[in-house]
């Protein structure tokens, strides 16, 4: 194995330990294959639910990451979209089988034979993932997408797992004009649903807890600021909302949720919390016909409509940069809750 095939990542060996800088292999090189030397890499909440194993038990030791931008170092001789020098960016998942019904109906991230997740995962070669908490990444081209010029790298980093989180339902579930979307948390995803919902026309309202963050929410085009500690400020809004993409659920809130939505409402869960759901009300939800939609990360083709959509629209993510070697010290600022609204580690 040469050193192009070792990467320098920061892991953690524990559940909720430090991360610890050391030498992880590399995927074997293919014709399909694609080297990055990475540039940054956003932090997102699934991160540190890994790092805990919050959900599941998490395969140590874990390098983690999967808002991955960089430059290009080579590629196999069937990539086509990329060449050496370009910057590309790599998102949650990095394999599937293109030969389900799935794949080949551009849901890859749908798999039949089950979503590879860039980190935190095995091939179905067997080998472990690891992400983008590192110098170098290398993967299967399918995964890997050019990052517009319009778009800085720590710009375009988070949209490839915060942003297209919100994206995709707002596009699979017809968000556009004449919709009503409220926003429950105005956060790493919430800031993200706010700006591609008003970029498809629809009004929006933030809800959150944070009086400071009424400013924010203006600045990133929000019609109106609900403070949740006000109901009056709410009912307002009572059976107007067409969608709610909720990034923070709270399972005693769950009729004040159907009452905010317009009959036929879609309520849309981007947060996958710790604890089951629970505390449904299934007679709110049938007076209404209201639909609870989930969503899991984004197919390629999405991922690379949100990129265009964001140079286009413009787009930013709000970011809180840390040079890579200060990734501690980074994790905990995202655990203390402290990003306005991202934070994206540099090498």
Same mark, same amino acid.
């Given at each position: 194995?040469? =050193?192009?095939?070792?990467? &320098?990542?920061?892991?953690? @060996? ?18 399909? *294959? ?6 940054? %890499?956003?932090?997102?909440? *699934? ?9 599941y038990?998490?395969? @140590? ?17 069937n990539?086509?979209?990329? +060449? #050496? ?7 949650c &998942? %990095?394999? =599937? %089988? ?12 749908? %798999? ?10 095995? @091939? @179905? *070669?067997?080998?472990?993932?690891y ?12 995964f ?7 778009? =800085?790298?720590?710009?375009? *980093?988070? /949209?490839?797992?915060?942003? /297209? ?11 556009g004009?004449? =919709? ?13 649903a706010?700006q591609?919902?008003k ?7 933030a ?22 500690q006000?109901?009056?400020?709410? +009912?307002?809004?009572f ?28 309520? /849309? #869960? ?26 899991? /990360? ?40 402290n ?6 580690? #540099?090498?």
């Amino acid at each position: 194995m040469t =050193s192009r095939d070792i990467r &320098q990542g920061w892991a953690c @060996y524990e559940k909720g330990g430090p991360l610890i800088k050391g030498e992880f292999p590399m995927i074997e090189f293919n014709d399909d *294959s694609i080297d990055i030397d990475i540039d940054c %890499c956003g932090i997102c909440g *699934s991160d540190i639910h890994c790092i805990d194993s919050g959900w599941y038990d998490s395969f @140590y030791p874990m390098v983690a990451g999967h808002e991955i931008v960089g430059h290009v170092t080579r590629v196999g001789k069937n990539v086509k979209h990329l +060449k #050496v020098g370009d910057r590309a960016g790599v998102g949650c &998942q %990095c394999e =599937s %089988c293109h030969k389900c019904r799935n794949c080949l109906d551009k849901k890859e991230n749908l %798999c039949e034979k089950g979503a590879v997740l860039s980190f935190n995962d095995h @091939y @179905y *070669s067997g080998e472990k993932t690891y992400g983008g908490f590192a110098d170098k990444w290398r993967g299967e081209k399918e995964f890997v997408f050019k990052i517009p010029e319009e778009l =800085s790298s720590v710009e375009a *980093s988070s /949209i490839l797992c915060g942003g /297209i989180t919100t994206f995709a339902p707002l596009k699979r579930y017809g968000v556009g004009p004449g =919709s009503k979307v409220a926003v429950l948390g105005l956060g790493g995803l919430g800031h993200f649903a706010t700006q591609f919902a008003k970029a498809m026309g629809a009004e929006v309202v933030a809800y959150d807890v944070v009086p400071d963050k009424a400013e924010d929410a203006k600045a990133l085009g929000c019609d109106n600021y609900v403070l949740v500690q006000n109901p009056e400020e709410a +009912k307002p809004h009572f059976n107007t909302f067409t969608h709610i993409v909720a990034t923070k659920i709270l399972n005693k809130n769950w009729d004040e949720y159907f009452t905010m939505l317009t009959k036929g409402g879609i309520f /849309i #869960v981007c947060d996958i919390p710790e604890v089951p759901l629970s505390g449904i009300n299934t007679f709110n939800m049938v007076g209404k016909q209201l639909t609870i939609a989930a969503t899991f /990360i984004a197919p390629p083709s999405d991922i690379e409509e949100a990129l265009a959509l964001a140079a286009k629209k413009g787009i930013h993510t709000w970011a809180n940069e840390f040079k890579m070697d200060q990734i501690n010290d980074a994790i905990q600022f995202v655990r203390e809750g402290n990003p306005r609204y991202r934070a994206v580690l #540099v090498n």
